[in-house]
């Protein structure tokens, strides 16, 4: 890119540049793109292992007991567990890390 930069006199030398700049932005695309599909590789190859992850911990958070330290009735509390299952969790996932 240099020398035909440099070498004026060369025929085309506005094609030529214009070529070898294009060629280098493809390059650049190609790599971030081999990045991405690698990422998104490992997405796929450790989603099982994630989904037993959270399973697991879901079945850890669906097993626990409140205690009951004002007596509420069942209703209530049910619908207190409810609302504290579902707050969202800020962690990231492993594939993002």
């Known amino acids: 890119m240099k020398q035909a930069e440099g070498n004026k006199n060369t025929p085309n030398q506005v094609e030529t540049i214009e070529t070898l700049h294009s060629a280098l932005n493809w390059l650049s695309e190609r790599k971030e793109s081999i990045a991405r599909s690698e990422q998104y590789q490992r997405v796929i190859d450790d989603f099982p292992q994630m989904m037993l992850e959270l399973r697991h911990q879901l079945a850890q958070e669906n097993s626990k007991i409140l205690p009951n330290s004002d ?10 567990w409810c609302c504290y299952r579902q707050k969202p969790q800020h962690a990231k ?4 890390s």
């Open 71 to 80: 007596n509420l009735p069942p209703h209530i509390l049910k619908r207190r």
């Open 93 to 96: 996932p492993r594939w993002m």
